[in-house]
């Protein structure tokens, strides 16, 4: 379980940003649930489908994505420096 939540945690934004909150909210769900039932199976299946559903409908904003392929369409385009 230890692992998991060090994979689901490792590339989300410090920020509050609608990732980090699928992420917390996929972990605190997966936390209570475990913590009610006792049963890593359900806890790990409930923590995903609300990471999920909220990663699949918050609107998703990634300004590093976005600045890095900005930086890389300039370098590639010498005339718009």
Do not use: K
């Amino acid at each position: 379980m230890t692992i998991l939540v060090f994979y689901t945690v490792r590339h989300a934004p410090v920020a509050l940003t609608p990732v980090a909150a699928a992420v917390a909210a996929g972990l605190i769900v997966t936390a209570g649930l475990h913590l009610w039932r006792r049963n890593a199976i359900v806890s790990v299946l409930g923590g995903t489908a609300v990471h999920v559903a909220l990663a699949s409908t918050l609107p998703a904003r990634n300004d590093s994505c976005q600045d890095a392929r900005e930086s890389v369409v300039l370098a590639s385009n010498p005339e718009s420096g």
